[in-house]
């Protein structure tokens, strides 16, 4: 405890008002006999409105120091935390009755602490207080803000002794409503639509109480306790990427925004435990309302979540709410966290990021409320993750289950195993404000720079993404021509892609044991428990393939580190798109008739492969993703220019190097690609596109061509690679309603389409004609 001459004594000899915060007659005496500890002349005032506005009319200056009495949970193993037992007791250790107060004084009294908060002269409350309600106000409502800014520096003190963890907002709702910003804002909205103020301030009070996350930190705990089962028995986390300390030291100037990957409800419990083990704060959690279905809304608003409408439409309030309450916590340095992606991925790799919430963060940051906030990319990628078939089940057509009760204690159930490890690594922040200032550019275009931001967090995120053994066994098996492999056949595949990864220093987890046969196998009896691979042992040697009905499931597994191959991809088919006779027409335009023109024209055929998927994969700008594809030509054969001259010494190229990617990568995106092509072109152009319906169709059309042949790969038949598809038509004006013309644009993006699935069979062909028995 803090000597009293310390904290009670002012440097000028001004007056000083002890501000006791003391619920009960126990919490009175120890503040009194710690006053009594040596003898000082400051005035103690319990710290009540009515009592506090009277010694305010004076007209003095006092220094202000709040004090109060703050009570620890018993210690158990090393921690002090809120146990369920408790609750089941209905007592809470943190706010003990008085007869519990009374025993723990006698018995434990290291679980006491008089806590005593940075003072503050009335003047300088004034000021404050001046600031933020404006001129409104008298001295009721002065009082009334020295007391909240009482609580908040007692919060602000208690953390010494608690912990970073247990940093959680108090009274948001009064502050906001108490803002002369928010009342000038309710007032114009008021005169803009004729409704009264007073009934204006009513409704907005009532949309911040549906917004602000109320959190507790006995909840903090309790939630913590609850929920940690769900994914402690199930996965071991593994923390890499960024130092947290160094993200630490960021979070005592700024608010730090967590960005994670999204594949798994786990997500949020998992980045909390890990932060929590780290003392953080708790993150904001901001999620869907469809989560908000009792018990977990309830909890999860004490716990800090902020259910968000999936739809705001016209409500301007629920708008101004949202925005006010983001822009208060970036000011007061709270941690914030939601889903970039705007919900789970249903494929397994990165989605395009959505705008809307960051939309609120960047109105508050150029506001002013907030000098800056960081946005830290974080993956979170899971060994083995139960809740993949019913992903892979709703993209094949079938309907998404029902949050609810039964649907917890389902997932729940699912996750009493142990399932591998959950690796959390995080990536290189981004500053919001400089980010915003270097997107604007020379046009100063506010919502470019925004998704620039937004893209460059999914970028930072995918970087920070691990390739691991669960997603490159997937890879070689996916890519086998509809054949099984023997383990001898696996591990020919996989020894060059280790070798790739090794050779640009990919971040990896695991991979060492793909090197030893007793590895491989050890993974692929892992996915064979999950249901993803068959293995046939009944012949001479046993035999590896991709479950029948489990295609989309391996994919899931796959594409969690799809990304760090498509730029080889590209490289391939961009290679064989150049003919024979544009390689005449590129040498004719070079200069000294080298190589270099035909390098211009596959150039000019990547960038195009670029613009086809820009809606599934995450691009550098055109400069540095041409030093990619550089790079990637020198990995796959560091003589690459030897081979350019012609197609033929092109395709030798491809058959010397030490693996193919194309047919892996990109088959499935491209086929089903064309299927959303073929279902534009086969539809009249004056007939308006149902998204919904659409791509149920697409779903139907998709098993026929897979029944045909016309397409190869199951996991073509995917609702979320048909909906990329259609974004992409959309981009291209192919989507909505128009004349005879725009049946051949449809059909012009349909043979283009082709095209790139037929290159991709070349690459196939040319796989399978070296591949060993």
């Known amino acids: ?17 002890l501000l006791v915060g003391a619920d009960t007659p126990v919490e009175q005496r120890l503040i009194d006999e710690w006053v009594r500890a040596e003898p000082n002349g400051a005035e103690r005032l319990p710290a009540r409105t009515s009592v506090l506005m009277e010694r305010l009319a004076r007209g003095d200056d006092p220094l202000v120091v709040p004090a109060r009495v703050t009570w620890l949970p018993k210690e158990r193993g090393g921690d002090r935390r809120a146990r369920w037992s408790d609750l089941l007791l209905m007592t809470n250790p943190r706010r003990p009755r008085t007869g519990a107060q009374e025993r723990i004084v006698r018995r434990d009294p290291d679980r006491y602490r008089v806590v005593v908060a940075e003072p503050a002269r009335v003047s300088e409350l004034r000021a404050r207080f001046r600031d933020q309600a404006g001129a409104a106000g008298g001295p009721e409502a002065f009082a009334d803000f020295v007391c909240r800014q009482a609580t908040l520096a007692l919060e602000r003190a208690e953390r010494a002794v608690i912990g970073d963890r247990y940093k959680v907002p108090r009274l948001v709702a009064e502050q906001i409503l108490g803002s002369a910003r928010f009342r000038t804002e309710l007032q114009t909205y008021a005169r803009r639509t004729g409704a009264p103020p007073s009934e204006v301030t009513a409704q907005a009070a009532e949309r911040l109480r549906e917004v602000v996350g109320v959190q507790s930190r006995q909840v903090n705990d309790l939630m913590a306790a609850a929920l940690s089962p769900i994914h402690a028995k199930a996965w071991t986390p593994r923390v890499g990427g960024v130092a947290l300390d160094r993200l630490r030291e960021l979070n005592q100037k700024h608010s730090l925004v967590f960005l994670p990957t999204h594949r798994s409800y786990s997500d949020p419990l998992v980045l909390r435990s890990v932060l929590d083990a780290n003392d953080f704060p708790p993150n904001h959690i901001v999620g869907g309302d ?15 979540m902020v259910f968000i409408r999936r739809s705001f439409g016209d409500d301007e309030l629920y708008k101004l709410a949202v925005r006010e309450y983001f822009g208060y916590l970036a000011a007061k340095r709270f941690n914030l966290e939601w889903y970039i992606e705007g919900g789970r991925s249903r494929s397994g790799k990165l989605r ?9 963060l960047v109105q508050a940051i150029e506001a002013g409320r907030a000098e800056d906030a960081y946005l830290v990319p974080v993956s979170i990628t899971f060994d083995q993750l139960p809740e993949v078939g019913l992903m892979a089940a709703e993209q094949g057509g079938a309907a998404k289950q029902r949050e609810g009760v039964g649907w917890l204690a389902r997932y729940m159930r699912s996750h009493q195993q142990q399932l591998g490890t959950v690796h959390v690594r995080f990536g290189e922040p981004v500053a919001l404000r400089r980010g915003l200032e270097a997107g604007a550019g020379p046009s100063g275009d506010r919502r470019l720079a925004m998704q620039k931001v937004a893209f460059e967090v999914c970028d930072r995120m995918n970087r920070a993404t691990p390739v691991l053994p669960g997603a490159l066994v997937p890879l070689a098996l996916l890519g086998a021509h509809n054949r099984a492999l023997t ?28 090197r030893r046969t007793d590895g491989t196998r050890q993974v692929l009896a892992k996915l064979g428990r999950q249901g993803v691979v068959t293995t046939y042992a009944e012949g001479a040697e046993p ?5 029948p009905g489990q295609h989309l499931v391996a994919a899931y597994y796959r594409n969690n580190a799809i990304h760090w191959f498509v730029n080889r991809a ?17 040498d004719d335009k070079a200069d000294d008739k080298s190589t270099d023109g035909t390098l211009e024209a596959a150039w000019e055929q990547a960038l195009r492969l670029r613009d086809l998927f820009k809606y599934e994969f995450f691009f550098a700008e055109k400069p540095a993703f041409r030093e990619e594809l550089e790079a990637e030509l020198g990995l796959l054969n560091a003589d690459w220019r030897d081979f350019a001259g012609t197609e033929q010494r092109r395709r030798e190229m491809l058959a010397a190097a030490p693996f193919l990617a194309a047919h892996r990568v990109l088959r499935s995106f491209a086929e089903a690609y064309l299927v959303v092509a073929d279902r534009l072109v086969a539809r009249d152009p004056r007939r308006p596109v149902e998204t919904k319906q659409f791509l149920d169709e697409c779903v139907a059309v998709g098993r026929q061509y897979l029944m ?28 909505d309603p128009g004349r005879e013309e725009l049946h051949g644009r449809r059909a012009a993006l349909a043979a283009e389409i ?9 690459v196939d062909d040319i796989d399978a004609a070296r591949e060993p028995a």
């Open 570 to 586: 590209i490289v391939e088919v961009a290679a064989l798109a150049v003919d024979d006779k544009a390689d005449d027409k590129a």
């Open 290 to 304: 469809n989560m908000a279905f009792w018990p977990l809304g309830p909890l999860g608003r004490r716990a800090g």
């Open 754 to 762: 082709t095209e790139v699935v037929r290159l991709i069979s070349v």
């Open 487 to 514: 383990l001898g056949q696996v591990s020919r595949v996989l020894d060059p892609l280790l070798d790739y990864v090794a050779a640009r220093g990919l971040p990896s987890s695991g991979l060492d044991d793909l």
């Open 708 to 735: 045909q042949r016309r397409i190869n790969s199951p996991e073509s038949v995917s609702k979320e690679l048909f909906d990329g598809a259609l974004r992409l038509a959309a981009n291209r004006d192919l989507v």
């Open 352 to 360: 395009s990021p959505k705008f809307g919430i960051l939309q609120f």
């Open 543 to 547: 035999v590896h393939a991709i479950e």
């Open 1 to 17: 405890m803090a000597a009293v001459s310390d904290v009670l004594t002012s440097a000028d000899g001004a007056p000083v008002v």
